[in-house]
């Protein structure tokens, strides 16, 4: 079964930049779907991004588009999100999450969840 543990989170000014980690322990297969979600206080989680493990593809919500970037590091069987150009609007507690099978953006069909990592922008 796999686990993931976020950090790299915490307090930045707008326009900063935060590198956020996902370290996975157990077998991730190269079926798997790696993605990125937040939330933030009073709303529902929203997908933020996703990579597949073996091709690399990425996919990224518009309010993210351009400012972030996902990548992995096989080897260090671990998932990254680079923040740039942060906003306010970016505050959220940030999710890593992993699925099996065909990819999606709904939280919901994500198989594993880490327990997130807080990101604060402050004005």
């Known amino acids: 079964q796999v686990q993931l543990v976020e950090s790299g989170g915490g307090l930045v000014r707008s326009g900063g930049s935060l590198r956020l980690s996902c370290a996975a322990s157990?077998?991730?297969?190269?079926?798997?779907?790696m993605g990125w979600f937040r939330q933030a206080p009073g709303k529902e989680r929203e997908f933020v991004c996703r990579?597949?493990?073996?091709?690399?593809?990425?996919y990224y919500a518009d309010s993210v588009e351009g400012r972030f970037t996902i990548s992995r590091d096989n080897a260090k069987n671990t998932v990254y999100l680079q923040m740039n150009s942060l906003k306010p609007e970016d505050t959220a507690v940030y999710y890593c999450?992993?699925?099996?099978?065909?990819?999606?953006?709904?939280?919901?069909?994500?198989?594993?969840w880490g327990q997130g990592t807080q990101v604060t922008v402050s004005s």
């Open positions: 990579i597949t493990w073996s091709g690399g593809r990425t």
């Open positions: 999450a992993a699925k099996r099978g065909l990819v999606t953006s709904t939280p919901a069909y994500y198989d594993f």
């Open positions: 157990g077998r991730i297969f190269s079926s798997y779907t």
